[in-house]
């Protein structure tokens, strides 16, 4: 994990790094903070992730019709054909993330599993896990992962276990803050 002052925080529920930075902005002072979540968002002057901003770079990866994972389209599906399959997308800035849904497909008995990753400018550390694959051909609701707000400049979307009807599938994801 990234810890210098020139460089940003990644895991905003880590204090200790937030003094560490010692940014003094907007009243902050270097042992002072406001919020677990809020203060590296403000600190930092990092942009909330929107569904805008998650679909501004196509997504990249080994998923058949990767590019469909994030093109606000949920009509066309994308898919794994093997647990290890991911789509990556990029934001070629840091986002404040905090929120995911998917958008299902149905034709799977959904017992296939994704993750989500974050890039910490190091490696890539898991957002949240376990996730079923949706049989229903709408939206999940907005799930925050028990891992919490995390700041970071891509994310990875990974088939951990294929779904027992052969692909494992969806329509659509979208982050937010």
């Known amino acids: 994990m990234l810890r210098s002052n020139a460089m940003p925080l990644y895991?905003?529920?880590d204090i200790t790094a937030h003094t560490i930075l010692a940014t003094g902005v907007?009243?902050?002072g270097v042992s002072t903070v406001c919020s677990e979540t809020e203060a590296p968002l403000l600190a930092l002057a990092?942009?909330?992730?929107?569904?805008?901003l998650f679909q501004a770079h196509a997504a990249t990866g080994d998923l058949t019709n990767v590019e469909k994972l994030n093109d606000g389209d949920t009509t066309a599906q994308l898919y794994a054909t093997a647990a290890g399959k991911y789509g990556e997308v990029d934001f070629e800035t840091l986002l404040g993330i905090k929120q995911y849904r998917q958008f299902g497909q149905s034709g799977q008995n959904g017992d296939g599993v994704w993750k989500i990753q974050y890039w910490d400018g190091d490696s890539w550390e898991d957002w949240e896990?376990?996730?079923l694959s949706r049989v229903?051909?709408?939206w999940s609701g907005w799930t925050e992962p028990a891992a919490g707000v995390v700041i970071t400049t891509k994310i990875r979307f990974i088939c951990t276990l294929a779904d027992t009807a052969g692909n494992t599938?969806?329509?659509e994801l979208e982050i937010i803050y």
């Open 136 to 138: 229903a051909e709408s």
């Open 129 to 131: 896990t376990g996730i």
């Open 26 to 28: 907007h009243g902050v």
């Open 11 to 13: 895991n905003p529920t």
């Open 46 to 52: 990092v942009q909330r992730a929107t569904v805008a």
């Open 169 to 171: 599938r969806l329509r």
